[in-house]
């Protein structure tokens, strides 16, 4: 009996330590990022290298998003008589939601992974410590820059995610099926607030953003320095940042719609 306990307890411990340790990591990354103003261009370079590598499996997923929101949106208002109200429907759902958490899921499992396995690849190769033994901040010039660019690339692909799908179902719902254009386009315009429903949408995509590239930039810098450690930091990586997405949208959307 005393050893079930006793694995429950180390795990709890060893749990609040790691969060501890995170914490201190993020504020120390934070106390440090004020350098990068004089810099910026560390910043955008990071920025081409997480927005521009994912872009093409985020539009391309948007579009196939938006064509089943298309198909089930026509077949379940149809059935009430309102499939006048598509356009409105698919571009809801893409602002206030599935934009924001779709994105975020992909950004892990593309841009996340990668962040992870090119810091943990970097450890193990022991250069984060030649740039201690010649007084150069690791958390400086190697972690913060990719913080800051992808929380400034995840409201963009959000963006370009959720006007993708509005398109792609744009096509199925008239293009296709034959809904009348203008009443798709004027329930949308009437229907979407900018602030009720885009700006939150676009603040969700800036929490996911921080969320997930911390994550994923954790993971790699207290990875094991051994092949083995960095594909376990990989893993870990994709399963906390999705756990973590999942969780904080639940929050925010009980505090954004309540």
């Not at 450890?123 to 901040?137: D, H, I, P, T, W």
């Not at 690791?138 to 692909?157: D, H, K, N, S, T």
């Not at 969700?204 to 994550?215: P, Q, R």
């Amino acid at each position: 009996m005393i050893r079930p306990i006793t694995a429950i307890g180390r795990t709890v411990r060893e749990t609040i330590g790691n969060v501890g340790y995170a914490t201190r990591t993020l504020f120390a990354m934070l106390r440090c990022s004020g350098g990068l103003l004089r810099r910026p261009r560390l910043i955008t370079d990071q920025i081409h290298f997480i927005g521009n590598y994912s872009l093409v499996i985020i539009a391309v997923s948007g579009l196939f998003v938006g064509f089943v929101l298309g198909l089930q949106g026509y077949y379940t208002l149809n059935k009430y008589g309102s499939e006048q109200a598509l356009g409105l429907l698919v571009a809801l759902s893409l602002t206030r939601e599935l934009g924001p958490v779709v994105t975020a899921l992909l950004f892990a499992g593309r841009a996340g992974t990668s962040l992870t396995a090119e810091i943990g690849l970097m450890k193990a190769g022991e250069q984060l410590s030649a740039m201690e033994m010649m007084a150069v901040n690791p958390l400086q010039r190697v972690v913060a820059p990719r913080f800051w660019a992808g929380v400034i690339a995840m409201p963009v692909l959000a963006a370009i995610f959720s006007a993708v799908g509005i398109f792609g179902g744009y096509v199925v719902g008239v293009q296709m099926i034959g809904v009348d254009e203008g009443a798709f386009w004027s329930q949308m315009q009437a229907g979407v607030d900018v602030w009720k429903d885009v700006a939150n949408g676009v603040i969700k995509s800036v929490i996911f953003g921080f969320a997930v590239t911390f994550i994923a930039l954790f993971q790699g810098y207290e990875a094991q320095p051994t092949p083995e450690g960095v594909a376990r930091a990989t893993t870990r990586t994709v399963v906390i940042a999705s756990l973590s997405v999942l969780w904080l949208d639940f929050l925010l959307t009980a505090l954004m719609f309540n």
